[in-house]
């Protein structure tokens, strides 16, 4: 089982990024996903879900209306389109595989990609 995040990288205030996070090993759609960022001195903290059965969705309040999560079943990978981006939001992003607990609780994640860095900068 692994999990691979891409597509991070360096953007101005105000633009966009997609992140990637492609799954091997397992389906995607059996499981929930999300992504989570971890700022420089700061915890990780949940940014977004999206569930296995209904494709429901949940997003922290920071990035809701900006970061609309998806999931492409055929690709086994999920995708965080990211726009109007703001110097808050530089952070590592990691995707995880969500071991059947509460989606916000960390250690209810099993598998963790990676991560991939983003800085919003000018």
């Known amino acids: 089982v692994q999990l691979q995040a891409s597509g991070g990288g360096l953007v101005e205030p105000g633009g966009s990024l997609r992140l990637s996070c492609t799954a091997s090993?397992?389906?995607?759609?059996?499981?929930?996903i999300s992504w989570f960022r971890q700022a420089p001195g700061k915890e990780r903290e949940v940014v977004s879900c999206?569930?296995?059965?209904?494709?429901?969705?949940y997003y922290t309040d920071t990035v809701t209306g900006r970061f609309p999560i998806s999931r492409d079943n055929a690709a086994n990978t999920m995708y965080l389109q990211m726009n109007s981006l703001k110097a808050e939001d530089t952070a590592v992003y990691y995707c995880?595989?969500?071991?059947?607990?509460?989606?916000?609780?960390?250690?209810?994640?099993?598998?963790w990609g990676q991560g991939t860095l983003v800085t919003v900068s000018s």
């Open positions: 995880a595989r969500n071991g059947g607990g509460r989606l916000v609780l960390i250690a209810e994640y099993d598998y």
């Open positions: 090993g397992f389906s995607l759609d059996y499981y929930h």
């Open positions: 999206i569930s296995s059965y209904d494709s429901a969705t």
